[in-house]
Structures are given as C-alpha cells and as structure tokens.
C-alpha cells in the first residue's frame, strides 16, 4: 500500500472509461486529491467529477466499514458489528444449506452494472451451481454484445485511438453521449471528443440536441425507439445505390442478395414518418457513412433499451460489414489483448464467467431461462417477478453484489417486497446503507477503487492498466477477495484455484514475467495490434463469413434478416393510449456527476446536479404551464414519479426525459425516499425485445402535470 505524502498513479474505476489518474496523498498517506495523468495513454490527463470526488466517497462519514448483522426487524434500521469471519461462516453456512436440503439453484447472485466484481460474481454462482447469475445486462451492452457474436463472431468496438496509423474519418454516433457523459465501455470521453474534431465527417442519432449533435456535420433527431427503422433506410439507400464494398462483401459476407431484396421495402421514405426523420436526411446519412472510410460507430446502451434491441443491432453490424469498416484502422475493431497477461475479461473469454462449471440439467433449471431464445442469462425482471410472487421456484438466498435494483431496476416495487418479505436470507455488498441493503440479514464492506490492487483488464482490452492501493478505510474488502474466501470455505476450489487475492493477480501476470510491484510500476501494458485478422483466421461464425442472413436466428425461428418492431406504447401502436398519456417518454440517459445509483451522498456531486430532472422543450413546458424548478409529476400506464422541472430547447417538442436511478440518501431510512422520483417505477413488466429481453426504456408513453 502507498503511502507518505506521494503521488501514485492508478487508474479510476468511477465508471466504465478507466481513465488514468494521479492520486495525492498527505504526509500521513491520506488521499487528499484525484487528477488526470497527463501521461496517460488512454485519457491524456482528462477527469471528470465522479474521480475528482472519490476522496469524499472513499472517507464518507456514512460508509460501511464493518459487516454488519441486522439485529431487528427488516428495516427497523438495528444492526450490529461483527467480524468477517463471523458473516463469511454464516453466509456459507446458509449457502451450503439451502443448497443440501433444497437444491444450488435456490441460491442466486445478483450484480450491478459490469464492475470489476463480475469477473468473479457469475464465475462463483455458476460453480456453486446455480443458474440464478441475475444482472442489468439484457438492458446495457449484451443484446449487442450477443447480435455480434453470431454476425461477426467478435465484439466490434470503435477504433478511436489511432493505433494503425489513421483516425476515423467518419463517425456515426447512436445510442450513446459519452462525451458528455464522462465515459463507458473502456473508452474516456475526452477521446471520443477528439476523435470527433479529428473526423472528416459526423453523425449524430438522438432524440436530444446534445453538444455532439450541435458540432455534428448532420444531427438525426429521431422519435425515440425508432433507431432500427431508421439504420433499415440507411440500408436500403446503401444497397440500392451501390454503395456497398463489393470486395469486402464479396470475399468475406454471406446473403448479401437477400438482404439488398430484404431491405428494398425499407426505402428512407418508408422511415421518414416512422423516425419523424426526413428521407433526404437519411440518405445523406447514408452516403455519407458509406463513401466517408474509415468509418466507425459510437453505439451504447440507448440501443439496448427498446423491443428492438437486437434487431437494431443487428442492423448496425450489417451497416458497419457491407461498408468495409470491419477491423481495419479507424473502423470498426476486434480488439487484441496483451499476449502475455492471461485473459480475465469476459469479453475476451466467455469462460471466464463460469458457465463451464453449470451443468445441463442445472442450466434448465433457470427462472425464465427459455423465454428468450438471445438472453443473457437469467432474465431480471422475470427472475424479481418469480421472488416477489411466491413462485416455487423462488431462490431462497441471494447475495447482492455492488447493485441498489431498487432504483435501478423495473418495478422496484417487486424487488423490495422479494427483499422484505419472502426471500429467507439476503447479504449486500456495498459503499452505503442503500435501499437494498436496508433489508439485508448481512451487509459486507465494499473496497473502494483506491482500496484496490488490480489488474484492470475488463472493458479496456487493447491494453492493461494497473490500479494501485493507496488507502484503507475501516474492514472494507475488495468484493472479489470477499467472493474467493467464500468459494473456498464451499469447496469450489477448482473454479477458484488460488490461495488469495495476490495469488490471483500474480497467476495472471506470470506469462509477462512481471510481478505486481513491477507492472503497478509500468503502469499500461500495450497489445501488440493487428487489423483485418479475418483474412488469416476467418469470422468465428458458422459459415466463417459475416453473417448478413443469420443461420444462428434462422435455426432459433426468429428473424434471419432485421426487421422493425413499432414500439408497444407509441402515438402510431398504441394511439388510445396516447389520448391519455399524449408525451413520448425516454429515461435512463447517464449524467456526468453520478454512475447510475452512485453518487447521490457526495457533496460536490449533490452540488452540481442537486435534483432528479424532468427535461422538457419550452413549448411543452409552455402549455403545460411548467418552468424551471417546478415540481412536475411524470405518469404512466404502469407508474408516477415526481420530478423537478428543466426547460431546454435541446428537447423535442412532446418528447420528455426523466432521469434514472435517484434515491436520497439524507432521507430517513429504510427506504430513503426511493420511489418519489422513481423513473424506474414508470415501466411495467409488459412489453420486452422478444430476442434478448430487453425492455422498453426508450420511447414509452406519459403525462405530466404539476405536482
């Protein structure tokens, strides 16, 4: 652990960008401060509010640093202080029972948003073996995640870096606002900014007017769940007018005359009227994505948030394979890790979750586990439904690793009544006393990323960086120490074959010939970067190609080529709906100072975004008689929340943005007032992707009135 009045360098863990830091520390080796590391490879000295502020989370009066016992009712806010042992013993004490008298699946793991733990979470679950590995995933990342591995075989990602010689020269953002947003996915957005400046030509898809679509060279201001029939007409402008790569499609793609015939109904005029996009303005986005290369797609979790995840996923592959982007500088890449650190990122090796140690029988045990042929594992809402209604098949204890799903989930109603009143035995592992971990029997003391030693090796796969510890509050445990222990004391030895913590990374580090003292010291450790490596290894498909018709979906009797689904609660599919609740609703937009549910008790964070916004146009606010700072009440057919009122002309006119995940830490316990601004309570559990599972978060129905 460092320590006496230095500057270390490691790398944040505010969310997912993994921008490099320096942390300075006092002469008693307290951390005083957070800033950017100018000599960072991968964010070049920029930082955003949620690492600035880390020293404030790290020795936060209201943390847990002790585990804790809940001595009363669930709720009643009683606990008492034990020891690690004493909770670890009963944990698995409990673990192992339940698994003896009623069977593993009736003990289930649930995560938050991908953190370093999920190396670890679905890994532990899967060997203990149970299928009950419950996450937010059919919602972020996996629905483009899985539509990739059976189009192309691997996960295409933005080359923005510039590591083959040449920027992108065309970039086409949809589904995501990194750059105003801080980061996510192994990239910071400052380099996303720059990356922007440098290209020759950028496009922008979003309901809002964001910063990126004012500098953009064409703003796609699209009606909300909609992104799939608009990328349909960028098809069809692209293969109708020729402006496909011939010899990349040629060589390298299966169907492509039966998508041109697939997508000649899909003209810019047919989505004009459905994405409220005008037809010229398609296809020019369209010409300009085909005939501007390199070319490369900024897509995030927007897109995994409709009935039409993977469809729309699917279409943006195709988009990014028929023009020639796919792995070559400035495109679209399969990033290459370092050959000589062995693989820990699930992204990299499926296996690396565990899934290997489930059996068949046990897999088929899972709750919701055939409802969608592409789902992510066990389906979350399906899975709270179960718990919360006294399904037989209800797990009997859950552990809940770095995840508040009561405010970050659908139906948060469900989660906290499975919590109180009907599953038997319920551990949390956190910073605070959420929600979620008010109900708790056991809570555990998380580890700060500043309480971490690390092998950062997740989202980030072009390189490795090495976070560093440089503090120690109270007995908190880094999450992935706390799961090894427990693997242990359950005999899962062969899924966790290392004595500890240090063993692993050392394990993991030994190929390179680095201890971790050295490569903390070396701080990145680069890959070796190779392009267009499906001429000497083809695509890890079942015909080798990129699959433009997909033999995989056509097996599973879904949709071999992408279609449009209309949105379940829409002005066009649901227009008796829409007399009553007339906005077009969309939640779930990140904002720079929180990382979903976290932040909410930090002062300066507080400060800078001090409330739970409704963001609505002026001529919305107007007849509705809104201004700024009112309070509003946002209902559905499934829901209300209260919010604060913002006007912004950046807004579509009938179109409305409430944020997510708000709860109010200073509010009384148990539940700190955890449904008022709730926009998680203004979705049911009615409408899903029929493909992956994900739920409609973008592009529902609503009203608003003062509150």
């Avoid at 720059?194 to 950028?202: E, L, N, P, T």
């Avoid at 609740?581 to 720079?592: A, D, E, M, N």
Wanted: contains cysteine; glycine residues 8%; aromatic residues 8%.
């Amino acid at each position: 652990m460092e320590t006496s009045g230095r500057v270390v360098r490691t790398s944040c863990r505010g969310c997912h960008g993994i921008c490099q830091v320096l942390v300075h520390l006092d002469g008693q080796g307290r951390v005083v401060r957070v800033t950017g590391d100018p000599d960072s490879p991968a964010s070049r000295g920029y930082t955003c509010p949620k690492a600035q502020a880390a020293p404030e989370q790290l020795y936060h009066p209201d943390r847990i640093t002790q585990p804790l016992r809940r001595t009363g009712a669930r709720g009643a806010g009683q606990w008492k202080q034990v020891s690690w042992d004493e909770a670890l013993s009963e944990m698995a004490e409990v673990f192992a029972r339940v698994k003896r008298e009623m069977g593993a699946e009736y003990v289930a793991l649930c995560q938050g948003t991908g953190r370093p733990y999920t190396e670890f979470t679905g890994r532990f679950i899967h060997a203990f073996g149970s299928p009950h590995y419950v996450g937010p995933g059919h919602n972020c990342f996996l629905p483009r995640n899985i539509a990739a591995a059976i189009t192309v075989g691997w996960f295409p990602q933005p080359d923005i870096y510039g590591r083959g010689g040449q920027m992108p020269a065309c970039i086409l953002q949809i589904g995501e606002n990194l750059p105003e947003t801080g980061g996510g996915d192994g990239y910071c957005g400052s380099m996303i900014r720059r990356a922007m400046r440098s290209a020759r030509k950028v496009i922008v898809v979003d309901p809002r007017r964001t910063d990126c679509a004012d500098k953009a060279d064409l703003h796609l201001q699209l009606r909300p769940g909609t992104d799939g029939a608009l990328v349909l007409g960028m098809l069809h402008a692209i293969c109708g007018e020729g402006l496909y790569d011939r010899e990349f499609v040629e060589k390298h793609c299966t169907g492509f005359n039966e998508l041109a015939a697939h997508v000649a109904e899909f003209s810019p005029e047919w989505a004009a009227p459905i994405t409220g996009v005008a037809a010229e303005k398609i296809r020019e986005a369209a010409r300009l994505f085909a005939t501007t290369r390199p070319g490369c797609v900024l897509w995030g979790n927007g897109i995994d948030m409709s009935v039409n995840a993977f469809q729309t996923a699917r279409a943006l592959l195709l988009l990014m394979a028929i023009t020639g982007n796919l792995d070559v500088p400035g495109g679209m890449v399969q990033w290459v890790p370092p050959a000589d650190i062995r693989v820990k990122s699930p992204f990299v090796d499926h296996d690396v979750i565990g899934g290997q140690f489930l059996s068949d029988e046990q897999k088929r045990k899972m709750i919701g586990g055939r409802r969608f042929p592409f789902g992510p594992g066990c389906h979350q809402p399906t899975f709270w439904e179960a718990c919360a209604n006294d399904d037989v098949k209800r797990p009997r204890a859950v552990w809940l690793v770095g995840t508040n799903q009561m405010v970050t989930a659908t139906r948060g109603d469900l989660i906290e009544r499975a919590l109180r009143d009907k599953i038997e035995f319920s551990v949390v592992s956190d910073f605070f006393l959420t929600p979620a971990a008010e109900l708790a029997d056991l809570v555990l003391p998380a580890a700060h990323w500043l309480e971490q030693d690390d092998v950062v090796y997740f989202h980030k796969i072009w390189c490795v960086q090495a976070r560093r510890k440089v503090a120690q509050v109270g007995e908190a445990r880094d999450d992935r120490a706390v799961i090894l222990e427990m693997a242990h004391r359950l005999g899962l030895n062969e899924a966790f074959p290392w004595a500890d913590w240090p063993a692993y990374l050392a394990w993991l580090l030994e190929p390179s010939g680095m201890t971790f003292a050295e490569f903390a010291e070396k701080g990145t450790h680069w890959s070796q970067m190779r392009y267009r490596k499906y001429e000497e290894q083809a695509f890890h498909t079942p015909s080798h190609k990129v699959e433009l018709v997909s033999s995989i979906m056509d097996h599973c009797g879904r949709p071999s080529l992408p279609v449009y689904l209309e949105p379940p609660l829409s002005p066009i599919s649901a227009p008796e709906v829409a007399a009553e609740y007339p906005l077009v609703l969309i939640s779930g937009c990140k904002v720079l100072p929180f990382f979903h549910s976290a932040g909410r008790q930090i002062p300066s964070l507080r400060r800078l975004h001090p409330e739970a916004r409704l963001d609505l146009h002026p001529e919305t606010a107007a007849r509705l008689r809104l201004a700024t700072g009112d309070q509003a009440l946002v209902e559905t057919p499934d829901g209300k929340a209260q919010f604060t009122v913002h006007v912004d002309d950046r807004m579509a006119i009938d179109m409305v943005h409430v944020e997510h995940a708000w709860w109010y830490p200073e509010a009384k316990g148990p539940d700190h007032e955890w449904r008022r601004s709730a926009a998680n309570m203004l979705f049911g559990h009615r409408h899903f992707d029929p493909d992956s599972g994900a739920e409609a978060l973008r592009g529902s129905l609503c009203r608003v009135t003062r509150a």
